[in-house]
């Protein structure tokens, strides 16, 4: 097996969230008035909050009011359902299920603060499925640098080359390649250019086609031994 730990990223691989954000993001923006387009929302997925208001200053000004986009994002977050209404990605459960019963140490490493995750995975059933959890508020470089797969890596007591990370953001590929994992993409907003797929070592449809792949690496181990 050419690993020994899964190291999963949270929204837009784990929850199927980035659609609502999406569309929270930019009313809040327009209630600010001016406008987000689809490039610079994109741009943010995969980043930290410091990190997101930094790109989000260059692009719009010095000027730019954070705490004002964060207090509107949350009012559209509730109107819209907010946590309640999140579904889970297809195949989730499935891979779950699959890892656990191999005994396969897990862990998510996300660029949502730490709380936040813990209340959003426990929301939909899943944050006791892991063995760690580290937040984009809890290192010091968020993604794309490697640092949260790093310490994702250390939680688990797993030597980080021995760890596979599976992302959908570019800014989550280019962290877990960087932290010398074997990196899977399943695409979600963004979809897999050849840059990406240069980062990747594989790219996949879903969840359901990972845990196949993993489950076929296992056979041909099990085959060779």
Request: charged content about 25%; hydrophobic content about 45%.
């Amino acid at each position: 097996m050419p690993f020994d730990a899964v190291i999963f990223d949270m929204d837009g691989l784990l929850l199927d969230s980035e659609r609502m954000f999406r569309t929270v993001w930019q009313l809040a923006a327009a209630d600010l008035g001016v406008k987000m387009n689809d490039a610079v929302f994109l741009s943010l997925i995969g980043l930290n909050r410091r990190s997101a208001e930094a790109r989000l200053k260059d692009h719009y000004g010095p000027d730019w009011d954070h705490e004002a986009l964060n207090v509107r994002i949350d009012h559209h977050w509730h109107a819209i359902g907010g946590h309640d209404a999140i579904p889970l990605k297809p195949g989730v459960g499935e891979l779950l299920d699959h890892l656990e019963a191999h005994a396969f140490p897990r862990a998510v490493a996300t660029s949502t603060a730490r709380q936040n995750a813990i209340y959003k995975l426990t929301k939909v059933g899943l944050f006791d499925r892991f063995h760690g959890l580290v937040g984009g508020d809890e290192v010091a470089a968020g993604k794309p640098a490697p640092d949260p797969y790093l310490k994702a890596a250390k939680l688990l007591d797993v030597d980080p080359a021995r760890c596979l990370a599976l992302e959908d953001s570019p800014n989550g590929l280019r962290a877990a390649r960087a932290a010398g994992m074997t990196v899977i993409m399943v695409p979600d907003l963004i979809a897999p250019t050849d840059s990406l797929r240069d980062v990747a070592h594989h790219v996949m449809d879903d969840l359901h086609t990972v845990r196949a792949w993993i489950a076929e690496r296992q056979r041909l181990s099990t085959a060779e031994s």
